[in-house]
């Protein structure tokens, strides 16, 4: 019992490790990719969109508010509403799909984050493995975890900004 604990936590460690170590990498990859073929493949997306902003026309208090607000908002609020709702309520109601279950609820999770579709892929690829055992274990509080952790980066992206 105590080795299976300790495997399943050593594979734990491992993913969060490896999509820690991703997570720059694509993020970096997406931003260079939306900004030199955003006119030609993302022309659709409204012109608030752009992420270039001077942060040097903010007053540093406005930054700051901005930052503190982020962190509750997009670190906490955010990714615990959407874990209760993609995989609580949708995932458990999509059960009777089998293991394609995970497949479809992944895609739609992506697919939902429809202000970033360059990282659509990238999603499906990270969170695979974290949604699985997610559905294996019947347990949120994992999911719940790490995607407040993925969110935190955009956080740490804003402090950087600084």
């Not at 820690?20 to 022309?43: D, E, G, K, Y």
């Not at 995970?102 to 360059?118: D, G, K, M, Q, R």
Request: hydrophobic content about 60%; overall charge positive.
């Amino acid at each position: 019992m105590v080795k299976k604990i300790a495997r399943i936590l050593n594979g734990l460690f491992l993913i969060l490790c490896a999509f820690t170590a991703l997570f720059p990498m694509l993020h970096v990859l997406a931003v260079s990719f939306s900004s030199s073929r955003s006119v030609s493949v993302f022309h659709w997306l409204p012109s608030e969109y752009n992420y270039v902003q001077d942060m040097s026309l903010f007053s540093e208090n406005y930054i700051i508010i901005a930052i503190v607000a982020s962190f509750f908002i997009i670190t906490l609020i955010l990714p615990i509403t959407e874990e209760l709702y993609f995989r609580g309520f949708l995932l458990a109601r999509m059960k009777w799909m089998g293991k394609y279950s995970v497949l479809v609820n992944l895609a739609l999770f992506a697919v939902y984050h429809f202000w970033s579709p360059w990282l659509i892929v990238a999603r499906i690829v990270a969170f695979l493995p974290l949604f699985y055992l997610v559905y294996k274990k019947d347990s949120l509080k994992l999911g719940i975890f790490v995607h407040c952790l993925a969110n935190f980066t955009d956080v740490i992206a804003l402090v950087m900004l600084l």
